[in-house]
T-cell receptor, first 111, second 113 residues
Framework: RKEVEQDPGPFNVPEGATVAFNCTYS??????FFWYRQDCRKEPKLLMS???SGNEDGRFTAQLNRASQYISLLIRDSKLSDSATYLC????????????FGTGTRLTIIP | DAGITQSPRHKVTETGTPVTLRCHQT?????MYWYRQDPGHGLRLIHY???????DKGEVSDGYSVSRSKTEDFLLTLESATSSQTSVYFC????????????FGPGTRLTVL
C-alpha cells in the first residue's frame, strides 16, 4: 500500500461547480498535512496546510479525519484558473520533516 | 516567493557523464531538499540537508551525492548519469516557522541520452 494515495483523475468539472478530492495516508503517526497545487511544467506550490479542526481559505476548504486517515480538499465556485494537479502531502517523520507526496489529482475546469 | 533558484533549468547530457545541479536560496534557511518527479510517482526525496556540511539520504539516493558548503547553496551531483535519471529535479527549502511547509524552486529538467 502506498503511503499516500490519491485518485489520479482526471476530474473534468464545469466552471462554477464544487469539486472535492480525498487522499488517504497509511501512517497513523503522521503529524502534518498539506495540499499543494502544481501547474503543468511548474513547481509545486503550497495551497494550504490542513489542520485537525479543518480550515478554510476563500473558496478552498481542507479537512482532516485522523480516525479514517484521510484528508480532503473542497473547491467551491470553481474557476478556470483552478485547473491544475493537486498534490496531497503528508509528513510522517516528525523532526526531519521529510514529506511524502501523493501522485496528484488532475483537475480541469471546463468553461 | 521563497527566493530559490535552480541552475541549469534544462540540461541534456549523455550516459556516463557527471552532472551537477545547483540550488541557491537567499533567505538563509537551514533545511534544504532535493526531489525528483517522474510520471506515475509522487515527488521522491533524494537527499536533504539540515545545515552546512550536514546531509542525509532520502528514499532514492543511489547514484546521487550532495554537498552543502554554504548555507545558500545545495548541490546535487550525478557522478555518472544514467538514462533512469532522466527526470525533473526540484529543490526545496523548509521554513522553520509556521507549519514547517516546504517551498520549491522552479525545477531542472534533465535528459540523459
Amino acid at each position: 500500500r502506498k503511503e499516500v494515495e490519491q485518485d489520479p483523475g482526471p476530474f473534468n468539472v464545469p466552471e462554477g461547480a464544487t469539486v472535492a478530492f480525498n487522499c488517504t495516508y497509511s501512517n497513523s503517526a503522521s503529524q502534518s498535512f498539506f495540499w499543494y497545487r502544481q501547474d503543468c511544467r511548474k513547481e509545486p506550490k503550497l495551497l494550504m496546510s490542513v489542520y485537525s479542526s479543518g480550515n478554510e481559505d476563500g473558496r478552498f476548504t481542507a479537512q482532516l479525519n485522523r480516525a479514517s486517515q484521510y484528508i480532503s480538499l473542497l473547491i467551491r465556485d470553481s474557476k478556470l484558473s483552478d485547473s491544475a494537479t493537486y498534490l496531497c502531502v503528508v509528513n510522517s517523520n516528525f523532526g526531519n520533516e521529510k514529506l511524502t507526496f501523493g501522485t496528484g489529482t488532475r483537475l480541469t475546469i471546463i468553461p | 516567493d521563497a527566493g530559490i533558484t535552480q541552475s541549469p533549468r534544462h540540461k541534456v547530457t549523455e550516459t556516463g557523464t557527471p552532472v551537477t545541479l545547483r540550488c541557491h536560496q537567499t533567505e538563509n534557511h537551514r533545511y534544504m531538499y532535493w526531489y525528483r518527479q517522474d510520471p506515475g510517482h509522487g515527488l521522491r526525496l533524494i537527499h536533504y540537508s539540515y545545515g552546512v556540511k550536514d546531509t542525509d539520504k532520502g528514499e532514492v539516493s543511489d547514484g546521487y551525492s550532495v554537498s552543502r558548503s554554504k548555507t545558500e547553496d545545495f548541490l546535487l551531483t550525478l557522478e555518472s548519469a544514467t538514462s533512469s535519471q532522466t527526470s525533473v529535479y526540484f529543490c526545496a527549502i523548509r521554513r522553520t516557522s509556521g507549519d514547517n511547509e516546504q517551498f520549491f524552486g522552479p525545477g531542472t529538467r534533465l535528459t540523459v541520452l
